[in-house]
């Protein structure tokens, strides 16, 4: 499937993480000895919430955990500044803290840093304290895979966001020769052979340069990541990138890594696979155990090269069962109990053509050609069904899930199963406003989508003079910027009425309500639930029973389509 391998280095090959979340757990012991956690609870909690951030939203994080360490901070200034202006930032080894320090005091006065700042500080003097040893100790199994391909002359490359100085002290620690590597690209130097040049510094756009010079030579090449900013990284410039579903790798995700690359290895126990075809992006699962994103989009691709794609994904001496999350419209077909592709939908155009767009013969037919049992549902009923199962629907006997994205998708579960009717649902395209906008290629106006999709998101942060970007104003509106906070009270009235247009007629007992916008958290969700308990949308018995939910399932699709597989198989059995 690949022939040449780019690792990411913190988290991958080295364990670097638990040395640095001890470097913030020290700054506690010493500015706040009294209120600190134990370390294991701390360190968990650190884990959980703040690794794969960057080190700005690290601080911020911390800061707002503990709320009296800004204060403990800010009478440190002092202290801080002081061994600021002596001679140990000298030592190479405050080399970062000083590059940073010196441009904070292009915008600040040192009297003027914040908190955050003076945390980073304080945190990255004592960080130099920590012997390499606890800062860099090796993820055994990982080099172990890495030495495997590097027998086999399987080319490998090593994108990391630390120094070149650095990454050379620790990849000797570890034992690795770096010229094993074809390219090395650090934050600041490139490295191949003994020839340095420059490196382009932001990280998808190192991805990118490994990806120009793979490419040219080998063609196939796949990044190995151990967080989701990374694999983002990687997908930005233009690479396929595995990350395992828990952020570890465990025994089991480096063997499954090992036979989906060289089918010849030792098989693991059988899975099912589950897909996401996305109007972006591509995402597989294997198991529970390993993702796989892909930068592409098969939406414009023949039938034919979508089959060649899943025989990729799924061998079948060690895959069961394909579920398949398809971003598309389903109609009622003409044949009983059946749907089909709708032949004017957007994407998948091209499946519509396949024997009519009839479901089951599509299923049937790409069962035949890649050799494992295949069942397809809309996008929508994959995430309810992975909520219910896994996420914030757990539970509860009836929900509905949506997700607010390009436009709303939504599926239901009704006495604790998926309900798969004759059509997807298109509930995003309730008439909210009858005299509204007209819905672009459809024929009404004023529909849900038309006032909640992203697009009139973007219209309502235009006309009010905000950036079209949700995460931006999220994040304003979380420092109590009132312009951003009445955004999201605008906003969170579309999403309500819709919601509540649905809850009347459908007995529901949760709705759990996912996809990026959602990612804004509170911000949105207290307006939300307030607007529908207010009492003119829905009668209060109903607003006061229904449960809003964010959702909790990382790839919903893609585990909502394997959850599908699996009970589609067990009920065959
Ligand atoms: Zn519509």
């Known amino acids: ?22 470097s913030y757990y020290n700054v506690l012991k010493e500015v706040i000895p009294h209120e600190i956690p134990k370390w294991k609870e701390y360190y968990n909690w650190h884990n ?18 503990y709320s009296s360490l800004s204060t403990a901070l800010l009478e440190r200034r002092e202290l801080l500044k002081k061994k600021w202006k002596s001679d140990h930032f000298n030592k190479s080894d405050y080399k970062e803290v000083k590059k940073e320090v010196e441009s904070w005091l292009k915008n600040y006065d040192f009297d003027d840093f914040p908190p955050e700042s003076l945390l980073s500080i304080q945190r990255l003097i004592m960080y130099a304290d920590i012997p390499l040893e606890e800062k860099c ?17 399987i080319p490998t490359s090593l994108v990391t966001e630390n120094e070149l100085k650095r990454t050379k002290k620790e990849l000797k620690h570890i034992g690795l020769d770096i010229n094993s590597f074809e390219i090395v690209v650090c934050k600041d130097r490139t490295y191949c052979k003994g020839e340095e040049s420059e490196s382009p ?46 952020k570890k790798f465990t025994k089991q995700v480096v063997s499954l890594l090992k036979v989906l690359c060289f089918p010849d290895e030792a098989s693991p126990e059988p899975f099912a696979v589950g897909i996401d075809f996305g109007g972006t992006h591509t995402t597989v699962g294997f198991g529970n155990t390993l993702w796989l994103y892909f ?102 006997s009836n929900i509905m899930v949506m997700t607010l994205g390009t436009s709303i998708g939504v599926g239901f579960i009704f006495c604790g199963r998926l309900h798969i009717g004759p059509y997807s649902s298109r509930a995003s395209h309730i008439i909210l406003d009858p005299n509204g906008e007209w819905d672009k290629g459809e024929n009404h106006r004023g529909c849900w989508k ?90 209060n018995s109903v607003a006061s029973v229904v449960k809003i939910v964010p959702a909790q399932c990382e790839e919903p699709v893609v585990v909502g389509a394997q959850l599908y597989a699996e009970e589609a198989l067990s009920k065959s059995d």
């Open 48 to 65: 959980r919430a703040l690794t794969g951030k960057s080190r700005a939203e690290v601080v911020k994080g911390i800061i707002q955990k």
């Open 201 to 246: 510094g932001n990280k998808s756009e190192m991805y990118s340069l490994v990806n120009k010079e793979f490419s040219k030579k080998y063609k196939n090449c796949v990044a190995i990541e151990d967080t989701r900013p990374g694999m983002l990284a990687a997908s930005h410039g233009g690479v396929p990138c595995f990350l395992p579903c828990e």
């Open 1 to 22: 499937m690949f022939n040449s391998f780019i690792f990411d280095k913190d988290g991958v090959l080295v364990e670097t993480e638990e040395a640095r979340i001890r």
């Open 137 to 153: 100790k090796p993820i055994e199994r990982m080099l172990e895979f890495l030495q495997f391909l590097q027998k086999k002359k």
């Open 295 to 396: 930068p592409r989009s098969f939406k414009e691709e023949d039938p034919e090269e979508i089959v060649r794609f899943l025989k990729k994904m799924c061998n079948p001496s060690m895959v069961q069962a394909l579920g398949i999350g398809l971003a598309t419209t389903f109609v009622p077909a003409q044949k009983k109990k059946e749907r089909r592709v709708w032949e004017y939908s957007s994407k998948f155009k091209k499946l519509s053509k396949i024997e009519n767009g009839y479901f089951t013969e599509i299923q049937e037919l790409w069962t035949k050609k890649v050799g494992v049992p295949v069942v397809i549902l809309n996008d929508g009923e994959a995430a309810a069904l992975a909520e219910h199962r896994r996420g914030g629907g757990r539970g509860y």
């Open 450 to 539: 038309t006032l909640a999709g992203r697009a009139a998101l973007y219209e309502l942060a235009d006309n009010m003079g905000l950036e079209r970007d949700s995460s931006k104003i999220t994040k304003k509106a979380q420092k109590g910027d009132k312009k951003a906070q009445f955004f999201y009270e605008l906003y969170a009235e579309r999403v309500a009425r819709g919601i509540a247009n649905i809850v009347r007629p459908l007995p529901l007992e949760c709705v759990v309500v996912g996809g990026g916008i959602a990612q804004a958290g509170d911000i949105l969700f207290d307006p939300l639930r307030a607007r529908l308990k207010r009492g003119d949308l829905l009668d």
